[in-house]
């Protein structure tokens, strides 16, 4: 650690933050072998000394790039032979954490999260680790990482502040995304960036001295010199030159010391590899084998596949171990007693480098037959080694099918841009050539990876690749699979017309007569792509759709495109018959549960709690759900939960803690990038906003609404229906309704909503009924549907119904509505008492129903939610039938509710507070400074509102209320 002061005291100062809870990020940048992975270290034994734990990885550029590796590498440095931490935090999150360590997940788990998911599990992970000292990650040779592995990592980086938990990374000083996310995160302020700076003339001669095991000054000043200006001041660089001068004797240690022998002759870079091949040459042909076996499967290597390829017996490959550490070549690799590494990254370069290419080539296909015959299935990182050592080998076909499976693999872990180079090199081999079957597994994987990466406009592209299978000879019914394949792309992407004719060369490849195995998937496909595409017939064409696609699935059977198809129906049938939506979603979960499918499993369920929850108003169901999701680690399920109860809350009217679950849910599914659930949490902000008359706050919800394509969002109704036309009839602002309600008819015309708060069956049925906009005929057909039955709507369906009762003088069935209508929406007090608001003016007037007392409890109920224009309009209908209205003077909300609903003013309550003191009118006038006459009015007001019969008993009930 020569001249590494300054940078060795940062790293510490890093580790006792992250020590005390406060952590960080270094990124040790310089060019190759200039000492990051030494300075890595130390801050490993010195976190190591701090009681930290330790977690160590490493990026290859050997062989091909796998999925995570150095994350796995870290975690089972760490990890190896210990099972997760039992830690609750941890649980819904094991499935990611699956991806990394195969032991940790579960059978059957499903992977369908994000990367941010998984890099939320990360952090949780290490915090946990942390807990009790810090933890710390370090990540060598980050520019060789795959691309998922630095998303995990920048994700990291941004969250880790108040965490116990510091990343060193180290990175190569040159173009790399890796070195992107360094200068990115020191620009944000989330991560440092300490530059290691070639060594000056002193400094490499306290390394050679330190090397040498001698004082400075006892350096030969002319190897000084020159190691200096051949090396550039690189400290690997300087050592394996030095090595090369000792052992080729041109520096020889004698009795007084080191000296030179003839002259130096020292060339950069040639020497490095010189060097080591020298050191090589000193071992035996076994040992030089061996390392060459090595170097193919990359800078750290089994050691069961190399005496597989090496042909050697337990005792010679031990001995030829000890000669490779000795030689400083290689060592021991810490996560597993079978794994060796080479001491230097560039030591397996230098080591290739001396293979000619046929040897190379046949150590290749030899080290990938030992992996398959040691590795059946070739399970985790060996397929895609297997797959390089083939191309390596001259053998591109095995390579292709290889690489294919690879991608595969690497796409249901979630790591689509692995998923993708892996595609796109097998694509490379595969094009100009080679079986057409195995050009279409290429593209069919493909597709759907390049979905994952948000690449939509290059899988779409690929149509012309798919024509070319075509002219290739490539089967109707792969072509028709590939188009299915190409019509969910366009799907994922929004681009419904494209996918609706992909959609349509599928049919024309399939032709009338195709098998249930081919039309299923494409009638499910083409369900969803209908459903999403704005048109007024499209719920009925896609139901027919999923239909069909159901039957043939299960005849074939087909059970994935069954329990997909199921749920589009239950979603689609909620709207008229509850009970079949119901039917549905069993049926999806039963084949869910009988073939193992367990997110789409919790997926059904969380829609039948949905239904019972818009039923009845019942959120108990959805709370069982989400600790079912929790337990499974579906995160996804767990935050869309979330972001319906939270929306429920606002219904409810409880807006405290509905800004604090609305808060919390934004902030969690922000984080973790989930659009959709975003997209309906900030609607439930929204809504929260809407229903306390908080313009302002509403529109700033829906700008960020709107922000994430909420305006073509399926979600736009709900914008609507519980936000704006809510929050203009708060406002009293008829003509804001009116412009509303226009704008909700022209949406519901073009794209009809399968989100059925939205308004149509109840808000809007309401608002028609009392502008005579619509009578038993428009009534009849909307409270006909089983939308309307929902309780959300039914309380306003049922106030429609008294309304047009009322009308038509059927006084009895007007006011047994109206209590039906109460009992719906006594858990929707807002909602309730705009209700009851709406209606009294039509109920004074037919005499039904007692709209003084709602009058009244509906302004008390606005009036202390500050909701001033509905308690204004209140007070104003009060006054126009007929009815007292109480003052409203400052200091109104001192006085208790249920005082105040009795119409006790705020002078009232003076007298009444000082009543319980049971002192007289005179002292009580005198305490108040106002006259006895006065005390004895307000006393008198006080025993009518109360009804109590005397002073003496008002003053009991004074003392009883005030307690």
């Known amino acids: 650690m020569v001249g590494r002061d300054e940078q060795i005291d940062r790293v510490e100062q890093a580790l006792r933050k992250a020590n005390s809870g406060h952590g960080g990020a270094l990124f040790l940048v310089g060019e190759a072998g200039i000492g990051k992975t030494r300075l890595a270290m130390l801050a490993a034994e010195k976190a190591a000394e701090l009681g930290m734990r330790v977690l160590r990885g490493r990026g290859s550029t050997i062989g091909p790039m796998v999925p995570f590796r150095p994350l796995t590498e870290a975690l089972l440095s760490l990890f190896r032979g210990r099972s997760l931490p039992e830690d609750s935090a941890l649980t819904p999150y094991r499935p990611m954490l699956g991806r990394l360590v195969p032991e940790w997940g579960q059978p059957h788990a499903q992977h369908g999260d994000s990367l941010v998911v998984l890099a939320e599990a990360v952090l949780r992970l290490l915090a946990v680790e942390g807990r ?10 980050l520019q060789d990482a795959d691309a998922e592995t630095l998303a995990v990592v920048e994700y990291l980086v941004d969250n880790v502040e108040y965490q116990p938990i510091l990343v060193v990374a180290t990175i190569r000083e040159e173009p790399s995304a890796a070195l992107d996310l360094a200068h990115s995160a020191n620009r944000r302020h989330t991560g440092d960036i300490l530059h290691l700076t070639p060594l000056g003339r002193a400094e490499v001669a306290a390394l050679v001295a330190a090397c040498l095991a001698v004082e400075p000054d006892a350096v030969p000043p002319s190897v000084a010199d020159r190691l200096f200006a051949d090396s550039a001041g690189n400290p690997f660089f300087i050592e394996e030159l030095l090595h090369a001068l000792v052992s080729s004797g041109m520096l020889a ?4 010391g080191w000296r030179v022998v003839g002259e130096l002759r020292v060339e950069v870079p040639a020497a490095l590899v010189r060097g080591i091949a020298h050191r090589t040459d000193r071992l035996r042909p076994q040992g030089r084998a061996l390392l060459a076996v090595g170097a193919i499967l990359g800078h750290r290597f089994p050691l069961s596949v190399v005496q597989q390829v090496v042909g050697i017996d337990d005792r010679t490959l031990l001995a030829q171990l000890q000669a490779g550490i000795a030689a400083q ?7 597993g007693p079978d794994w060796y590494t080479f001491r230097h990254p560039l030591t397996a370069e230098a080591l290739l480098a001396q293979l000619t290419p046929s040897d190379r080539a046949q150590l290749s296909g030899r080290a990938a037959d030992a992996v398959e015959e040691l590795h059946p299935g070739l399970p985790g990182q060996w397929c895609a080694l297997v797959a390089a050592l083939r191309l390596a080998a001259g053998d591109p076909e095995r390579a292709t099918l290889l690489l294919v499976d690879a991608g595969r693999r690497a796409l249901a872990a979630g790591a689509a841009s692995s998923a993708v180079a892996l595609l796109d090199r097998a694509r490379e081999l595969s094009i100009g050539g080679g079986d057409v079957e195995v050009r279409a597994d290429v593209l069919e994987s493909l597709l759907p990876a390049l979905a994952e990466t948000g690449a939509f406009k290059r899988a779409l592209e690929l149509v012309d690749a798919l024509d070319e299978l075509g002219g290739a000879g490539l089967g109707a019914l792969r072509r028709a699979a590939l188009h299915t394949q190409l019509a969910k792309v366009a799907h994922s992407a929004g681009r419904w017309s494209d996918g609706l004719t992909q959609i349509q060369k599928a049919r024309m490849l399939l032709g009338p007569d195709a098998a249930d195995e081919h039309t299923a998937p494409v009638d499910t496909v083409a369900a969803f792509l209908t459903l999403d595409s704005p048109s007024p017939g499209r719920t009925r064409i896609a139901t027919d759709l999923a239909r069909r ?31 079949e939506s119901n039917e549905c979603f069993s049926r999806a979960n039963l084949v869910a549960e009988e073939h193992q499918l367990p997110i789409l499993r919790i997926y059904a369920l969380l829609r039948l709690a949905g239904n019972h929850c818009l039923a009845d108003g019942d959120t108990t169901g959805l709370e069982r759900v989400r600790q079912e999701a929790y337990r499974l680690g579906a995160v996804t399920v767990v935050y869309t939960v979330d972001a319906i109860l939270a929306m429920q809350t606002v219904l409810f009217g409880d807006y405290a803690t509905a800004g604090q679950q609305v808060a919390d849910a934004e902030r969690a599914v922000t984080k973790l990038h989930l659009v959709s659930i975003l997209r309906y949490v900030l609607l439930a902000r929204a809504t929260l906003a ?5 313009r302002p706050e509403m529109e700033r919800a829906l700008a960020e609404f709107d922000r994430w394509d909420g305006a073509h969002s399926p979600e736009l109704p709900l914008a609507i229906g519980l936000a704006r036309v809510f929050c203009a009839l708060l406002e009293e602002d008829a003509e804001q309704v009116r412009l509303e309600l226009a704008h909700a008819a022209v949406v519901e015309k073009e794209n009809p909503s399968t989100f059925h708060l939205a308004g149509p069956h109840g808000l809007y049925l309401l608002l028609d009924v009392l502008a005579g906009r619509a009578d038993w005929p428009q009534f009849n057909e909307v409270a006909g549907a089983a939308a309307s039955r929902m309780r959300w709507n039914r309380h306003f369906v049922e106030l429609a119904r008294a309304v047009l009762l009322g009308r038509a003088c059927r006084i009895a069935e007007a006011e047994a509505a109206a209590a039906a209508a109460r009992e719906a929406g006594e858990c929707f007090p807002t909602a309730y008492h705009l209700g009851l608001r709406l209606v009294a003016e039509e109920a004074d007037a037919h005499r039904w129903g007692d ?3 709602w009058l009244r409890g509906a302004e008390e109920y606005f009036y202390r939610a500050a909701v001033a224009p509905a308690a204004s309009a209140c ?5 126009q039938i007929g009815a007292s209205v109480r003052q409203r003077r400052t200091g109104a909300d001192l006085v208790p509710g249920g005082l105040r609903a009795l119409g006790v003013t705020v002078r009232e309550y003076e007298v009444f507070q000082v009543l319980a003191e049971r002192i007289p009118n005179k002292t009580i006038a005198t305490r108040l400074h106002i006259s006895p006459r006065t005390v004895e009015k307000h006393v008198a007001s006080l025993l009518v509102k109360t009804s109590q019969p ?3 008993a008002l003053t009991e009930y004074a003392v009883r209320t005030l307690r």
């Open 132 to 141: 009790d000292g810090g933890c710390l990650l370090v990540l060598d040779d």
């Open 253 to 256: 240690r004698g009795v007084h």
């Open 329 to 335: 070549l290689i060592m021991p690799d810490e996560p």
């Open 549 to 579: 696609a159901v039957v043939a699935a299960e005849r074939v059977p087909l059970p994935l495109v069954a329990c997909q198809a199921w749920q589009l129906l239950g979603t689609l049938a909620r709207g008229h018959d509850l009970d």
């Open 690 to 694: 809407a229903h306390q008359a908080n």
């Open 851 to 853: 709209a003084e007392a």
């Open 875 to 879: 007070r104003a209908l009060l006054r």
């Open 950 to 952: 005397s002073r003496t």
